[in-house]
């Protein structure tokens, strides 16, 4: 039995990740039009019929504008908070069910997802921690202001890590953004910079963690190579396993949990 992650894409343009087991698939948050989200998914062999449920993280157009359409075109169910559903304008749909925060959700026989508290201006995000019956845990946490004590504890315990890199501190103070969104895009309610990032794997990474995916990063603000070199810097020492980059368009690559460590699938496209 393994459970595969895989970014179907990722960033400010549209997010979705594909959790798949034997028993089903789950998407989490889906910033894609229908037709995107379509050829997205056939890259993996997948229709959207085949979604068994979709989990929104929170209402921003990156990473719910796909949700209404996709339950009513596909009737696919969403699981989402109050505040989620009420911004997104599905509170009146028959597939919609409701989550309260740090509900155990047992959507596949074989894996079930815990919504964990995010801090995020204007918006009730929640990142997910994933636990396969096997007992090997993974998290997606993307648009988070600051760790809070809480995201620590939640993403503590992973075999396999997605988190966000937004921006590089320098490229953001030096580029073409007004001052008032800098300071929202840095402050407790915006996004992690690399330097943030990197410091919050390392109070998180523990032997059991085998792979990290940064994903979220800016076009703007950010490069991959910023992100990755900047967060290594702060785990080095503790962490020897498999980084990578989850871009705007994807999906390119799949990390599986329940099997060995470095296994990794090369998506044809
Ligand atoms: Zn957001
Ligand atoms: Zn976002």
């Known amino acids: 039995m393994s459970v595969s992650i895989t970014h179907l894409g990722s960033g400010s343009r549209g997010n979705s990740t594909l959790i798949?087991?034997?028993?089903g698939n789950v998407l989490i948050d889906n910033g894609f039009s229908g037709r995107q989200l379509e050829k997205r998914l056939a890259r993996m062999e997948l229709k959207p019929t085949d979604i068994d449920c979709m989990l929104i993280s929170h209402h921003h157009g990156d990473h719910g504008s796909g949700?209404?359409?996709?339950?009513?075109?596909?009737?696919?169910?969403?699981?989402?908070?109050y505040f989620t559903a009420e911004k997104i304008g599905v509170l009146d749909k028959e597939n919609l069910e409701l989550f309260e925060n740090l509900d155990r959700l047992e959507i596949l026989s074989d894996v079930s997802f815990l919504p964990f508290p995010v801090p995020h201006s204007?918006?009730?995000?929640?990142?997910?921690?994933?636990?396969?019956?096997?007992?090997?845990?993974?998290?997606?946490?993307t648009d988070i202001g600051s760790e809070t004590d809480e995201v620590i504890k939640h993403m503590q315990g992973c075999s396999h890590i997605s988190i966000e890199a937004n921006y590089d501190l320098r490229r953001l103070l030096s580029g073409p953004y007004p001052d008032i969104l800098k300071n929202r895009i840095m402050g407790r309610g915006g996004h992690l910079s690399n330097k943030q990032t990197g410091k919050l794997l390392s109070k998180i990474i523990g032997p059991e963690t085998k792979s990290i995916v940064l994903t979220h990063l800016s076009e703007k603000n950010n490069q991959p190579h910023l992100a990755e070199s900047t967060v290594l810097y702060h785990?080095?020492?503790?962490?020897?396993?498999?980084?990578?980059?989850?871009?705007?368009d994807g999906p390119e690559f799949s990390h599986f949990l329940g099997q060995s460590t470095q296994e990794k699938m090369s998506i044809k496209i």
């Open 20 to 23: 798949s087991s034997e028993n």
């Open 67 to 81: 949700v209404e359409y996709a339950m009513r075109k596909w009737n696919i169910p969403a699981k989402m908070n």
């Open 122 to 141: 204007g918006a009730e995000n929640v990142g997910f921690s994933i636990v396969t019956k096997g007992g090997e845990k993974t998290c997606v946490v």
């Open 235 to 248: 785990i080095d020492d503790i962490f020897t396993g498999d980084i990578a980059i989850s871009l705007q």
